[in-house]
């Protein structure tokens, strides 16, 4: 989903940022506004009733936001996507955009949600720590908050938002190459959020950031190109793995040094993996192989590998 925010924010420009885990699940950043997200993902037919957890665990952390001043609600959007169905008449319909079904109501979903706290007799701690948080504000602070909740119910889940990246891949790179484009951008993103989420990367993703990236990987599907996979550029290689290999023998029988020897199977461990990749993905054109070999033998001719590859693989 994540992914897919950033993708659809490139298509108006530059300034934005996009976190995850940050103020809510995804937290969006675009001209001086700010829209928090909150995800359910809930098995076909589950209903979010005035009483529902979803409901209730969403609205304290709002709730505690507002109450803590992290938020302006002034310049601050919260939108509630669930893949669940918010029956007519509840909370839930009344926060959502106006429908066939009825009009939008802030008013109405305040007394729905003040009736649910005052009925309800649970007593668990997570239950009693949602309703702290709702309690703690005032009715206006409370009809304030109300009044920036979209709450979009029976939302694509998972499989569609991979459909709908797949389509706009298929827009940029074509349909033959939209899947391994779409694995190489995904990669990165991944490795960014992880990043980002253990304190090790510079803040949000930024769409000068990710307009960077995506220029890259794209580029990578050009005609006159072939994607190099960074993971398979950090791959080295055990000579003792290789030792039986042709082009280990011949270059032991030539006197070369064991450096040079294990520069060799690094390339040669290297050429194999991303040729294969190349080749699973259906990404060579007639010809292209034998450039890249080409290229490989004229980079280093103590390097055979591209000459043994074939012979070996």
Request: charged share 25%; proline share 4%.
């Amino acid at each position: 989903m994540a992914l897919l925010v950033c993708v659809e924010h490139l298509q108006t420009g530059l300034d934005w940022t996009v976190a995850i885990e940050a103020g809510d699940d995804i937290e969006t950043v675009r001209d001086a506004s700010t829209d928090w997200w909150q995800l359910k993902h809930r098995a076909p037919g589950t209903r979010m009733t005035d009483a529902s957890s979803d409901l209730w665990k969403t609205l304290r952390i709002w709730a505690t936001a507002v109450s803590d001043q992290q938020i302006d609600l002034e310049r601050t959007n919260l939108f509630l996507l669930t893949t669940g169905i918010a029956p007519e008449g509840t909370v839930g319909s009344y926060l959502a955009p106006s429908r066939p079904g009825g009009p939008r109501s802030e008013a109405e979903a305040l007394k729905l949600l003040n009736t649910a706290r005052a009925n309800s007799a649970a007593k668990s701690p997570t239950t009693l720590a949602n309703f702290a948080a709702w309690d703690a504000l005032e009715t206006d602070q409370r009809l304030n908050l109300l009044k920036r909740i979209q709450v979009l119910d029976e939302a694509d889940n998972i499989t569609k938002a991979g459909d709908q990246l797949q389509g706009r891949a298929a827009l940029v790179v074509g349909h033959a190459h939209a899947q391994a484009f779409l694995q190489r951008l995904e990669g990165w993103f991944l490795q960014r959020c992880i990043a980002h989420l253990a304190g090790t990367a510079s803040g949000p993703v930024t769409g000068v950031e990710f307009d960077d990236i995506f220029d890259q990987r794209r580029n990578q599907f050009r005609p006159d190109n072939l994607p190099i996979d960074a993971d398979v550029v950090d791959l080295t290689g055990e000579v003792t793995e290789h030792t039986g290999k042709t082009f280990v023998r011949q270059l032991t029988l030539a006197g070369i040094g064991n450096a040079r020897i294990r520069m060799a199977v690094r390339d040669y461990v290297r050429a194999y993996e991303q040729r294969s990749r190349w080749s699973n993905e259906n990404l060579l054109r007639p010809g292209e192989l034998g450039g890249y070999e080409r290229r490989l033998v004229s980079r280093d001719p103590v390097c055979v590998t591209s000459r043994c590859c074939r012979r070996v693989s």
